[in-house]
C-alpha cells in the first residue's frame, strides 16, 4: 500500500510517501519513498521547495507563490516527474492521508474525508484559522489532481478527547460549555505517538504506564497519559495555553488582558501581542529559537537566561501538576526540537523531580539520543528521548482505516 501524507500548515508544507507492504505494520517507521518540504516564509511571494527520495535524488528549487494550491501541484508534479520521481503514475496512490489540527467535538477519531468533514473543518477555522484553512487546501489539492482517491484526516485534537470534564471544563459560566469552549488540547498525533513508542521501547504494555510526554518545540505542550489515554494537557482551547513557547505567551493572567484593552489595545494587537510578540521571543528580544537564546546567554545576555528561567520554570511547574493528575509517574518523554536535541533544557527539567527517585545518567543524555531511555539503572522514573514522528502516524491511520473499508 503507498500512502501519500500531507502536513500542511499555514506557512510550511511537508509530504511523504510510504509504502507499507504485508499485512501488518512494521515497529518502526520505514524510509519514505519520497520527501518534500515548502517553505514560503523567506522570500515574500516566493515558496521554497526540497525534494529528497529513497534512492538519494535531491531536488532544490523557489518558485512563485500565487497561491497555496499552486504550490502544492508543483510539489506533487516531483513526486511521479524528473529528476526526483518516485512512481510512474498518479494512480499508484492508495490513499492520501492529512493531518488536521482542530476535529471539535464531534471528531474523535480519524475520518475518511467527504463533503460533511470538509464542512466541519471549515466551520472549525474560527477555532483554528491559521491551519484548518491551510489544511483544507491540501485535500482540495489532492481533490483536483488526484480524483477521487481514497483520502483520511488524523486530528491534533482527537487523543484528548477523552479528557475528564473536570480537566477539560473551564471554570467561567456553564453557557462556555454549551458554546463548545473547553479545553480541547493540541499535539495529539505526536503525544499518542510518543506514548506508543516509549511503551515499546521499554517492553511495557502502555495500559499499564503513568508517562508525561513533553512535545518541546516552537510550539510546547504536556499531555498526561493513563491507560493509553490523555487525562491532562496544558494546551487548551486554542494552541495558545499553557508552557511557554518560541513566540506564544503560554498561559497569562486573564486580568492581563482586559487591563490591556483597557489601555485602547485592540483585540487583532494583543492576538499578535501573545501569539508571535512573547515567550522566549518577547522576553529575549532576540529570537523563537532555543539555539539563539542559548548563543546569546554564552554571550553573557541577561535577557536571554532570563528567558531560559522562566520557560524552566514553567515547564517544571506544568510537569508536577501532570504528576498529580497521575497520581505519580512512571515515565518521562522528551521529543520535538528542543526537546530532541537539548541536553540541558531536559537536564534542567528533570532535575527537579529527583524527590521521585528520577536520575538522569549525564552521559547518555549528552550523548545525542534518539529513542533511548537516558535515566540511570536505577532511577525510579524511566526517561526517554523519542524522535516524533507525526507523518508516519498518519500513514498508520491511513492504513488501519483503508483495511476496515
Known sequence: MKILVLNA???SQKSYLYEITG???PNLPPQPLWEA???WTHHQNMAEIEVKTATGKLLQEEIPVDSQLQVIARMLDTLWQGSTQAIAHPREIDVVGHRVVHGGQDYQESVVVDESVKKAIADLATLAPAHNPANLEGIKAIEEHLGKIPQVVVFDTAFHSHLPDAAAIYPGPYEWVEQGIRRYG???ISHQYCAQRAAQILGRDLASLRLINCHLGNG???AAIQNGRSIDTTMGFTPLDGLMMGSRSGAVDPGILTYLLRQDNSVEKLDNVLNKASGLRGISGISGDMRSILEAIAQGNSRAQLAVDIYIHRLRSYIGAMIASLQGLDVLVFTAGVGEN?????SAA???FGFLGLKLDSEKNQSKPVDKDIATSDSAVRVLVIHTEEDWAIAQECW???LRR
Open 9 to 11: 500548515g499555514s506557512s
Open 342 to 346: 537539548n541536553p540541558d533544557i531536559r
Open 37 to 39: 518540504k515548502v517553505d
Open 23 to 25: 499485512e501488518t505494520l
Open 400 to 402: 488501519r482505516l483503508q
Open 186 to 188: 493540541f499535539h495529539g
Open 350 to 352: 528533570s532535575e527537579a
Open 220 to 222: 510546547c505542550s504536556l
